[in-house]
T-cell receptor
């Protein structure tokens, strides 16, 4: 079984709908991240969480919210989806070795979201 | 703020040929540098990372990278590519975000195609 799983893997939704992307991990890591990937732009950090009580904004958090329900679960929500949120979304985890900058991140397989 | 440039969007090489993928970074202090690979339909996987010490870093799958401070570069190399190396490759640098926390900044990626 995969260490980092994401559900759903693909989702098509309409403008204005609320949508939640879920991430679960069995690696026992404290740190979890949400990224979006757009062609030609690489990966950009949306939110990250160092533990259940610690959640931080990334570089592109507007229009998104997150919930860290447990050490193993980190959900990303789009309260009112818009077409420019169409992207590939990745969840990642890392452990506590060193500071954030030195952590190796482990990625899920991604969720392809299309907002019509 | 840190940044990463991968000047080659797409590279095609013949199976068995050597490979070099370019990465240039901008960061005010000593950088932490990473190369990740994304196979089709998969999440990102760490190939190698550089924190300090020997400037030639060995990674998985026969890849290596060389840190050159004078050129602000961290190029990825492989002496002989295999068809299974076809993927997208991302260089990343760790540094301080606008919010004061360390984070990874990814390049826009280089897509590698292998021809027989």
């Amino acid at each position: 079984d995969a260490d980092v799983t994401q559900t759903p893997r693909n989702r098509i939704t309409k403008t204005g709908k609320r949508i939640m992307l879920e991430c679960s991990q069995t690696k026992g890591h404290d740190r979890m991240y949400w990224y979006r990937q757009d062609p030609g732009l690489g990966l950009r950090l949306i939110y990250y969480s160092f533990d259940v009580k610690d959640i931080n904004k990334g570089e592109i958090s507007d229009g998104y919210s997150v919930s860290r329900q447990a050490q193993a679960k980190f959900s990303l929500s789009l309260e009112s989806a818009i077409p420019n949120q169409t992207a590939l979304y990745f969840c990642a985890t890392s452990d506590r070795v060193g500071g954030l900058a030195t952590d190796t991140q482990y990625f899920g397989p991604g969720t392809r979201l299309t907002v019509l | 703020a840190q940044s990463v440039t991968q000047p080659d969007i797409h590279i095609t090489v013949s199976e068995g040929a050597s490979l070099e993928l370019r990465c240039n970074y901008s960061y005010g202090a000593t950088p932490y540098l990473f190369w990740y690979v994304q196979s089709p339909g998969q999440g990102l996987q760490l190939l190698l990372k550089y924190f300090s010490g020997d400037t030639l870093v060995q990674g998985i799958k026969g890849f290596e990278a060389e840190f050159k401070r004078s050129q602000s570069s961290f190029n990825l190399r492989k002496p002989s590519v295999h068809w299974s190396d076809a993927a997208e490759y991302f260089c990343a640098v760790a540094g301080i975000s606008n919010f004061g926390n360390e984070k990874l900044t990814f390049g826009t990626g280089t897509r590698l195609t292998i021809i027989p």
